[in-house]
């Protein structure tokens, strides 16, 4: 494509009445939960301001997956039920969830794009304390749920085209979903993310992230944490295998396999969010 269509994806893309708009309450929560040294009684003040998502989160703690034979009323009570970490990165993808229309992109699987971003936040998380300098441990989490949060928007925004190009990849999955967006639209998903995120004010690590991950030897401005998301995200595909982690972090092998062993445990307990998600539970 050339640069002609290039330009007019972009300027599409850069209209107000194009992008999704992130509410402001909503910007405030995915800022305040992704913070590591949050606790039950912050999270919980924070998620109240949207009276919504409270309920859906109350809601969920109640399923049978998470159930015991108490009800759970309380948000202190559904975050104790769920566990802190899963309740953070739940609330930003019911959040994102609400956002975007997918359902005219027939080959957009939302809930494998849920599982995957859910799967490669925590492994993110769990490595970035090894990984990343200390200022970019915090983005570790909200990076891994927004590291491909512009292939929810091109699909958002071209979905006949997209539902193409998603097709031709899985007919053939070992060319790259970047190169062929880029190919049809004149732009990649991590430029639309960067984007995305950069209107809606979210911190420079995390659009940095967004743009970058998808992008090998970047060597610019958060380069550890797009290291890190890249590499959890990569680890995820392969079942986070031990034997194959050898472009990983400089982690001892020891640990490495300790945080493999939880992450796979954790990507497995996933797969029942990414259905509630995609509204297949």
């Known amino acids: 494509m050339g ?3 290039r330009v007019a994806t972009l300027e599409r893309l850069g209209d107000a009445n194009t992008l999704p708009a992130l509410p402001y309450v909503a910007h405030d929560i995915l800022v305040a939960t992704s913070h590591n040294e949050v606790n039950i009684s912050d999270v ?4 109240a301001r949207e009276p919504g998502l409270a309920a859906r989160i109350v809601a969920i703690a109640n399923y049978a997956f998470f159930s015991r034979r108490e009800t759970v009323y309380s948000l202190e009570q559904a975050i104790m039920r769920i566990g802190l970490n899963r309740v953070r990165v739940l609330a930003t993808s019911l959040l994102l969830n609400d956002i975007f229309q997918t359902g005219q992109c027939p080959h957009f699987q939302l809930q494998r794009y849920w599982h995957e971003a859910l799967g ?3 492994c993110a998380a769990r490595l970035a304390p090894h990984s990343a300098p200390r200022e970019n441990r915090d983005a570790a989490y909200l990076g891994g749920v927004l590291h491909s949060i512009g292939l929810l928007l091109l699909v958002h925004v071209f979905p006949q085209t997209m539902d193409e190009v998603l097709a031709e990849h899985e007919a053939d999955p070992e060319r790259s979903l970047a190169g ?7 732009c990649d998903y991590g430029e639309a993310g960067a984007l995305l995120l950069r209107e809606w004010s979210i911190p420079e690590a995390i659009v940095v992230a967004a743009g970058h ?3 090998e030897r970047y060597q610019g401005a958060h380069a550890d944490l797009v290291t890190t998301i890249r590499f959890a995200n990569e680890w995820l595909q392969r079942g986070f295998d031990p034997e194959q982690c050898a472009d990983a972090p400089p982690i001892p092998q020891g640990k490495l396999e300790r945080i493999g062993n939880a992450c796979r445990e954790e990507y497995e307990a996933l797969a029942a969010f990414a259905q509630l998600l995609s509204g297949e539970a």
């Open 3 to 5: 640069n002609a269509e």
């Open 44 to 47: 919980a003040e924070t998620l």
């Open 120 to 122: 490669t936040a925590f």
């Open 180 to 186: 062929m967006t880029h190919r049809a639209l004149g």
């Open 213 to 215: 991950t998808h992008r």
